[in-house]
């Protein structure tokens, strides 16, 4: 059992570390995290099943056209991307939120029919091989598809070492790696060093994408998604995401940790466990490597700057309080919306419900990216940890006050202790221990009995009443109201936090911790208080969930929805509660109510293009993933902005108007 299972995780070690280098290539030449870096391979995985299953093309032809259209997938992405980007910002924030829109996108490209070989013929030849061949190794039958991993692994890994290390264009993208200045006053050009690291990340992405589907037998987009991510960033941690030999070897290590833990307990979630354990460990060992490699401060954004309201319209009320006039007006909205005809049956109320506890996670993730200028890649998960706890108490019949607050306090515990190892790292380390948490929670903690208090994982729960019962909570009308009533109160909130001495310490750890800590503030005090504030949020959303949903399953909080809501605070302007609200009902509104109704009426068009399930969560990915992409490359202040420009003009307007008027007044009254 052993040998087999150390068998298993040297192969799947390779995999990893085949991810794992290609992160780190990245990394060198650009100086950031390429969290799409798995979905770079997705279309070429596609495509090697569609050019064999469906147009019958020899596997050794199809296999090399697959890399060359992954390694042009990853010049493509720096081309359209990240260099316009780098033009406009140097914010590794920036960056790092600019790859999970691009692998949004990616990913949304999967659900299309169009580029998806025929399932029938896919299920009857399995996923293509190049051979049908056996081989007993340490006493497992290795078929084709790990006699592949076995051979192809190496070779790659190998031929990329000694392009980097003896060729001349591997020489220059390792100069420039280690000086840029330097490097380009040599007459290289890092522009050129930076496309042939994403070619070449991007044709390793689709050799693994590639065997990660042989050994399925199938494409699976999730396969390539957070927990391969994971795993890939958790390697790359051991060379502290700039040495390839120790990337490879981090592979290994942890692709022979999960297979051990998976031999001796046959259970998956705790092999994720103790993945998740292990790369905590390196996060703490190589800390100090690690926080000089990602030595940075600041916000992925400037600012905005305060508005400018002319004299001459100052003395109106809407003027003066303009955030409360539009909250007002939001609310306004928010209680007329259940009447109106497109939502008035309970199954919309319920999804308009659900949409308000989407923007209290907004709210919570712009506190955390936009104030903290850190990133949470597993956020929706403390919803799911406030959403169980909430359930389980829920049966000894408390109502949905104290359960959003048990719920909460379980929340910005479990954000606290995810953070914890890794703001002891200067950087972006959360975003890895987040990504780890999320998954962890998903894989184990959601379907363990000590936590869950239920055999099947699942929690049922009936309506639970209110404390006081000021309305019927027992509807889904009652719940709407009930989750517009907390969203109020956690905007409001939020917003006199932002405007008060620890909100503006916040910032100010933020864009500089080692002049804030020169002032006798403790950054890491700081951030872990803000964790925990967005944690008890997300906490309180999830007992909200439970009363929505009547209870909670781990399929409700998948690691993919942690980072698919990361484009709701981008889109409403980072450090805007009131954008993230806005960014949730400008994403959610159509993918909820407009394109299935526009399905349903041109005879089921959604359906025939991506599937069954595939039309919803296509423009949920491409929405979100446009949205950031967007934003970040065109407008950087997002909705907010926007809102703020256009209601600076209309003050400069009223200004001007008023000043034409008195001007009119004054020449009659002067002429007469």
């Not at 957070?226 to 490879?248: C, D, R």
């Not at 950087?427 to 363990?448: C, N």
């Not at 109020?488 to 910032?507: E, F």
Request: with cysteine; hydrophobic share 55%; aromatic share 8%.
């Amino acid at each position: 059992m052993t040998s087999s299972a150390i068998v298993l995780g040297l192969l799947q070690g390779l995999l990893v570390a085949l991810l794992s280098v290609g992160i780190v290539l990245v990394y060198r030449s650009s100086r950031f995290l390429n969290l799409a870096h798995g979905q770079l391979g997705a279309v070429s995985a596609l495509l090697m099943a569609k050019l064999v299953v469906d147009w019958g093309w020899d596997y050794w032809l199809a296999f090399p056209t697959a890399l060359l259209v992954g390694a042009a997938v990853g010049v493509v992405v720096d081309r359209l991307f990240f260099r316009r980007l780098r033009a406009r910002s140097a914010s590794t924030v920036a960056s790092l939120l600019l790859s999970v829109g691009v692998s949004q996108i990616l990913l949304a490209v999967t659900f299309i029919h169009a580029v998806k070989p025929d399932q029938f013929r896919l299920a009857q030849q399995g996923y293509p091989l190049p051979f049908k061949a056996s081989v007993t190794v340490g006493g497992v039958v290795l078929h084709g598809q790990y006699i592949l991993i076995a051979i192809l692994g190496p070779a790659v890994i190998v031929v990329l070492g000694a392009f980097l290390r003896f060729s001349l264009v591997g020489k220059m993208i390792r100069a420039a790696a280690s000086n840029p200045e330097w490097a380009r006053s040599c007459g290289i050009s890092p522009t050129f060093t930076s496309a042939v690291a994403w070619g070449i990340a991007g044709a390793l992405s689709a050799v693994s994408a590639i065997l990660q589907s042989s050994t399925l037998g199938r494409f699976d987009a999730t396969a390539l998604g957070p927990e391969q991510l994971f795993l890939a960033l958790g390697a790359a941690a051991f060379g502290a995401f700039a040495s390839i030999p120790l990337a490879v070897v981090g592979g290994l290590v942890l692709g022979l940790a999960q297979q051990l833990t998976v031999a001796h307990t046959s259970n998956a979630g705790t092999a994720q466990l103790v993945v998740f354990g292990v790369v905590l460990a390196v996060i703490f060992a190589r800390g100090r490597r690690i926080g000089s490699v990602f030595d940075a401060n600041g916000s992925a954004v400037d600012d905005l700057p305060p508005m400018r309201v002319p004299a001459a319209a100052g003395s109106r009320a809407y003027v003066r309080r303009p955030v409360l006039a539009f909250g007002a007006l939001a609310l306004f909205v928010g209680v007329l919306a259940p009447a109106l005809p497109p939502f008035h049956r309970a199954s919309d109320q319920f999804l308009l419900a659900t949409l308000l506890i989407y923007a209290i996670v907004a709210v919570s993730l712009t506190m955390v990216t936009g104030w903290g200028g850190q990133l949470s890649l597993g956020h929706f998960a403390v919803v799911g940890v406030g959403a169980y706890t909430a359930a389980r108490l829920s049966d000894h019949g408390y109502g949905l006050v104290p359960l959003a607050l048990a719920g909460g306090a379980m929340g910005a515990l479990a954000l606290v202790i995810i953070a914890v190892p890794a703001l002891r790292v200067r950087g972006f380390s959360l975003a890895v221990t987040s990504l780890g948490g999320g998954i962890v929670a998903s894989e184990y903690l959601f379907h363990t009995r000590w936590f869950t208090a239920s055999v099947t994982s699942s929690r049922d729960v009936g309506p639970i009443p209110l404390i006081p019962r000021s309305v019927d909570g027992s509807s889904q009308l009652g719940v709407y109201y009930v989750s517009l009533a907390v969203l109020v109160l956690i905007a409001a909130a939020s917003v006199a936090l932002r405007r008060s001495l620890p909100g503006r310490i916040m910032i100010a750890v933020r864009d500089d911790e080692r002049a804030s800590a020169s002032y006798g503030i403790t950054p890491t005090t700081v951030k872990l208080t803000l964790l925990a504030i967005s944690g008890f949020f997300c906490g309180v959303a999830g007992a909200l969930w439970i009363d929505a949903i009547r209870g909670a399953r781990p399929e409700h909080f998948p690691p993919t929805l942690s980072l698919a809501v990361l484009a709701l605070p981008v889109i409403g302007g980072l450090g805007s509660v009131g954008g993230a609200v806005a960014a949730t009902v400008l994403i959610y509104v159509p993918t909820m109510f407009i394109l299935p109704s526009l399905s349903s009426s041109t005879g089921g068009w959604l359906t025939r293009t991506f599937g069954d399930s595939g039309g919803a969560e296509f423009f949920t990915f491409a929405l979100s993933g446009i949205g950031i992409c967007a934003v970040l490359l065109v407008n950087p202040t997002g909705i907010s902005g926007t809102v703020r420009r256009v209601w600076q003009r209309y003050l400069d307007a009223i200004a001007r108007a008023l000043a034409q008027r008195d001007h009119a007044l004054t020449t009659v009254a002067s002429s007469s």
